[in-house]
């Protein structure tokens, strides 16, 4: 069975505005681009001879009306070209939207993403964000093209990566209220080696840098509890079950009602978030949008 060959979009083009216009010479007039007479003429030709069927009859000189095939074909297209004009202005201006897929450690989703979006919305309201938790933060999500940005710690940048500082974390030790080292401003890893330890998953990346600062300090705990989030950290740690070493965006630390906590003085730590992406993304509004109203240090 032999195919019909594709119609081309300029010969639907001029067929739509001999339609609309009512005729060849006022459809010349009415193109959106210059145009002769006879070339809208062959285009229409060229279109039929391809349908293998007329579209058009003459009522009058220049007076042309659709057949009953030439009418259903005009409703398919016109749609196409008489929305063509707002959607290229759409295009132009940057205010379409469409989904822009963010993947993130846990305490961003908590604590940076929610004011982040808000002033995203504001900015590009058509905008539509789907988020998901990174329990373990690496590129592998951007470059499989999972998803459009990743936000979170990450240890080292791959040249492929283009990534901006949008927060700092700042680590914190908690202990219970009612613990006998509560009350001083400054608290010795050390003086804690006997009480348990409160800790992220191993396969997660805190635990990783949790683990870090403890060899530091030259701490190795008698017993670890892992728990998968900090939210159940900080009940397990307000319900006297143990201590930690928690992340915070805040750099005052979390504020719980049952939990102290007090910033590590030596060494000072912090570790910047960055929102990263991929350097050969292209042209992108929604990317442009997101890094506008990017939280600034």
């Known amino acids: 069975m032999t195919q019909s060959p594709p119609i081309q979009l300029h010969r639907l083009e001029g067929f739509y505005w001999v339609v609309k216009a009512g005729g060849y010479s006022k459809a010349a007039r009415a193109f959106p681009y210059p145009i002769t007479q006879p070339a809208v003429h062959q285009q229409v030709k060229k279109l039929e001879r391809e349908l293998g069927m007329t579209l058009l009859e003459r009522v009058a000189k220049d007076r042309m009306l659709p057949t009953p095939a030439g009418r259903h074909l005009f409703d398919f297209v016109a749609p196409f070209f008489e929305e063509l004009p707002q959607v290229v202005r759409i295009l132009r201006a940057a205010e379409y939207g469409g989904v822009f897929r963010i993947h993130a450690q846990g305490i961003m989703l908590r604590h940076l993403l929610p004011s982040w979006l808000k002033r995203l919305k504001r900015k590009q309201p058509e905008i539509q964000v789907h988020l998901s938790e990174m329990m373990r933060f690496d590129v592998a999500p951007l470059l499989s093209g999972e998803t459009d940005m990743i936000v979170g710690y990450l240890p080292q940048v ?99 009602k049952g939990v102290v906590a007090r910033p590590l003085k030596l060494p000072r730590l912090e570790y910047p978030v960055l929102a990263a992406w991929r350097k050969d993304t292209p042209e992108n509004v929604l990317l442009d949008a997101v890094l506008a109203t990017a939280p600034a240090l």
Do not use: C, K
């Not at 927060?167 to 890893?189: D, T």
């Not at 530091?216 to 930690?244: C, K, M, N």
């Open 158 to 256: 791959p040249d492929e990566i283009a990534s901006v500082e949008v927060g700092l974390i700042h680590p914190f030790l908690v202990l219970p209220r009612e613990h006998r080292l509560a009350r001083r401003q400054r608290v010795r890893l050390a003086d804690l080696a006997g009480d348990s330890f409160l800790s992220y998953p191993p396969e997660h990346l805190v635990y990783g840098l949790q683990m870090e600062v403890l060899a530091e300090h030259g701490v190795e705990p008698q017993r670890i509890v892992s728990s998968s989030s900090a939210d159940t950290i900080l009940g397990f740690v307000e319900a006297g079950l143990g201590y930690s070493l928690v992340p915070s965006l805040d750099p005052r630390g979390p504020r719980i």
